[in-house]
């Protein structure tokens, strides 16, 4: 019987410590298999600190709604907010923004271009004032109607590819900022829920500047801004009603 008792006694420190305790390991986010040993895991909730092994792996005292923090020399600062305590995987963003490639194409250079030619009219004098025994500038000339056409229809892909980029991001914030994900969060339904997703709603250009985006810890945010509004408040106000014009 005393036997058991001090089994029970022993076993007790170490269910709460598995109850008030979360893991997980921490990579690059460029590359996912590596992982960034010497990250600093902070607990703001409970202010308890510690940070990854060798492997990338870290334990931290925690409960469910904790906010964790994890940084490192030469990574974007990131926060992760608790849910649950199972095992998380978190990846990193190095703060080195690469240059994108620039692709041209569709366009050949003439040498005389590139070259000074001794026969050709200065741009200041290109007009029909000028030296007409001198080589006319055919090739300079043709050169710009062409750079013209290419500039205005490289206009039109890049239109295009903001278009697609603003429809990826929509898809992003609809897929993530829906009643099922913020009812996973946080306890809001009816009207209030339908409220709260209009007044907070992400716009893509916040989406876009901020990535990857947080957005349980911008949920939970914005939960926190909606219990400071009054009643009033939180209501969608009406439209003003159009006077009718005879």
């Known amino acids: 019987m ?8 022993l076993a007790l420190p170490f269910g709460a410590l598995a109850q008030t305790v979360t893991t997980g ?6 590359k996912k298999s590596t992982s960034l040993p010497g990250v600093t895991v902070r ?11 060798a492997a990338g792996k870290f334990t931290i005292g925690a409960n469910n709604g904790d906010l964790l923090e994890f940084s490192l020399v030469g990574y974007r600062t990131d926060t992760l907010y608790l849910t649950n305590l199972l095992g998380k995987t978190v990846y990193m963003v190095d703060r080195v923004n690469a240059l994108n490639d620039v692709n041209i194409q569709g366009v050949k250079m ?10 050709a009219e200065k741009y200041s004098l290109l007009n029909t004032g000028g030296n007409l ?10 050169g710009l109607n062409l750079n ?16 697609e980029e603003r429809d990826k ?17 946080i306890k809001l339904e009816g009207e209030d829920l339908k409220n709260f997703m209009i007044i907070y709603r992400p716009s893509f250009l916040k989406i876009q500047e901020e990535r990857p985006f947080r957005y349980s810890f911008y949920i939970v945010q914005s939960y926190h801004a909606w ?18 014009t005879n």
Do not use: H, W
């Open 2 to 9: 005393y036997k058991l008792i001090i089994i029970l006694l």
């Open 25 to 30: 390991a921490v990579y690059d986010f460029s």
């Open 43 to 53: 607990n703001l909730s409970s202010k308890k600190i510690t940070s990854t092994n």
């Open 110 to 119: 003439n040498k005389s271009i590139t070259s000074p030619d001794p026969m």
């Open 133 to 142: 025994e001198r080589k006319k500038m055919t090739d300079k000339v043709g």
């Open 148 to 163: 013209l056409g290419y500039g205005k229809y490289r206009r039109q892909q890049r239109k295009e590819a903001e278009l």
């Open 169 to 185: 991001y929509l898809a992003e914030i609809d897929n993530n900022f829906n009643e099922k994900t913020i009812n996973n969060l």
């Open 227 to 244: 219990l400071k509004l009054s009643p009033k408040e939180r209501k969608l106000q009406d439209l003003p009603a159009l006077k009718k």
